[in-house]
């Protein structure tokens, strides 16, 4: 949604200032508040005339694990006052979109029909980190569609080897 994108974008780009050489400290405790801060009943809580803001920080900074930073109160607070919880899912997006682009890496996300894990991993991470020509922060996701093979999704870029990819390439050549 572009009008969230906006909105977070002045969120983002204050807390990147702010973080000042920390940003992977302040991603620490980002990450998990935007994952609560997104969840649907959370939003309809706070969208509630009967709750006041200070509940909906309480709530929100008691489900975040490990607690918040006095940095991280004030962030959440100003979020909360000038009510732009929607978007706080956003702002952690395009604050990891900002520390990626600081220390040249990306993020990659990989589909595979089966768990990926350990030094399989690692190797598939080092041959996409050739291919694409930069360090790679990786999140394995299952999706027993594929078959067999991996689809990586970089960015804007796809590598998908996958045995649904072929099939679909032969089923083409095939009909064509």
Do not use: C
Not at 78 to 90: F, H, Q
Not at 111 to 132: C, K, M, N, Y
């Amino acid at each position: 949604m572009a009008e969230l994108a906006t909105i977070a974008r002045p969120y983002a780009e204050a807390l990147y200032k702010a973080s000042a050489g920390n940003a992977q400290a302040t991603a620490e405790w980002l990450e998990p508040l935007a994952q609560v801060a997104g969840s649907a009943p959370l939003q309809q809580f706070a969208a509630s005339p009967k709750v006041s803001s200070q509940q909906v920080f309480d709530l929100i900074a008691g489900m975040v694990p490990g607690g918040l930073p006095q940095a991280g109160q004030n962030f959440l607070h100003a979020v909360i006052d000038n009510g732009r919880l929607a978007a706080l899912p956003e702002v952690a997006t395009q604050f990891r979109a900002l520390q990626n682009a600081a220390s040249g890496a990306a993020d990659a996300v990989l589909f595979s029909a089966f768990p990926i894990e350990g030094p399989a991993l690692g190797e598939v991470q080092a041959a996409l980190e050739r291919r694409f020509g930069r360090k790679l922060t990786t999140r394995v996701e299952l999706d027993p569609s594929l078959i067999g093979g991996i689809r990586a999704v970089v960015g804007d870029e796809v590598l998908d080897t996958s045995v649904k990819a072929r099939l679909e390439q032969m089923k083409a050549a095939l009909t064509a």
